[in-house]
């Protein structure tokens, strides 16, 4: 496809709720044969009754906030933001929230708060979170906004309310890069598409807020580069485990620890492979890769969903599976407006 094209605008914000709302299953699970991933997904596309069976979780109820967002006011607006995200998780508590975030929900539903910030700050004393509940729904900032510059720092700042460590915001940053990056069709160069990758986190990683969170978390002294480069090496390897993939990279719930994996999951799918069937698409062996890593399944699945679907398209993934997903067509409408808006600041800058 063309880049930014319509069909990838759906295909990232669709196949992000489908990863959401497949991982679920597996969220938390220590081990998850191959097999067991391929059965969840063939019952999927054997369901007669096509209506929406699997939930989505936090990670879809804050991305369609995001979305909306974005719609509404045309651009960032933080305070609208943070209203929404206190809004829908006191209509819908029960998603699947962070331990921590929820904290942050509840001050943020406050009317007498000047600074919609502070409350995120406040969270590890102080010291911020690093979970990927930021870069979960980043990928719509890479849709609402045609320059990458404004990618990053908006991404980083939609993580802010409720992510002050840079291991938090700059995993989200990171995520929405990829997603931008795959919209305009960079992920038909792989190796250029990590070196890319690589080198905007390098500036990214200089900060000094950074650098400090690093040194205070005892990570490398740029930890999401040093996973980065993690990947390109992993990229080089005729064959890569499942269990290389978690010893190296991770799957847990720590952006550090997931961002950089959905990442290498979708470049590692972008060939076939022979775990996956012979019928599997590109987007498919990505999702079912995600799975069987278990984990943070659904987080990782959705994070590589936007990326994967930003490069198939919406043709890539299967109506079944779309059907049975909660919230799956409603991102579809959702990326079709993304995209005018994103045609409209195109012609505007
Ligand atoms: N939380 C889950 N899944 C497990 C529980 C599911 C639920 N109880 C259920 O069964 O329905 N999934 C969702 O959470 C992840 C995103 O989390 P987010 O928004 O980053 O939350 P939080 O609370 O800020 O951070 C998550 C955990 O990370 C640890 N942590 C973060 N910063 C820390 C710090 N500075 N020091 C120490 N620990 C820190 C804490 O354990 C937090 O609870 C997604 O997976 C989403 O799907
Ligand atoms: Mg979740
Ligand atoms: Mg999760």
Known sequence: GSPASLSRFRGALVAAVVGDCVGGEFEGAEEVPMETVLRHLNGLENDTKGDATLEYSDDTAMARCVVQSLLTRGGFDEQDMAHRF????????GRGYGAGVIQVLKKLASPHLSDVY??????????????????????????????????????????????SCSLGYNGALLQALAVHLSLQGALELPQQFISKLITEMENVEEDDAARSDARFLKEADKPFCERLYRVKDLMG??????????????????????????IFCVLHCLEPRECFPESYGGLERTIA???????????????????????YGIQAIPQSWIKCC????????????????????????
Request: negative net charge; glycine residues 12%.
């Open 86 to 93: 206190a809004k829908e998780y006191s209509a819908s508590p």
């Open 289 to 311: 890769f995600c799975l069987a890593l278990g984990g943070d399944t659904d987080t990782i699945a959705c994070m590589a969903g936007a990326i994967a679907g930003a490069h």
């Open 237 to 262: 390897r005729s064959t890569v485990s499942i269990e290389e993939v978690i010893s190296e990279l991770g799957n847990g719930i720590a952006a550090l620890h997931s961002v950089p994996t959905a």
């Open 118 to 163: 502070q409350p995120a700050r406040e969270q590890y004393n102080g010291r911020g979170s690093f979970g990927n509940g930021g870069a979960m729904r980043a990928a719509p900032f890479a849709l609402g906004f045609p320059e990458q510059a404004n990618v990053k720092k908006f991404a980083r700042l939609g993580a802010m309310l409720t992510h």
């Open 326 to 349: 909660e919230g799956a067509e409603d991102a579809d409408v959702s990326a079709g407006q993304l995209h005018m808006l994103y045609q409209q600041l195109s012609q505007s800058d």
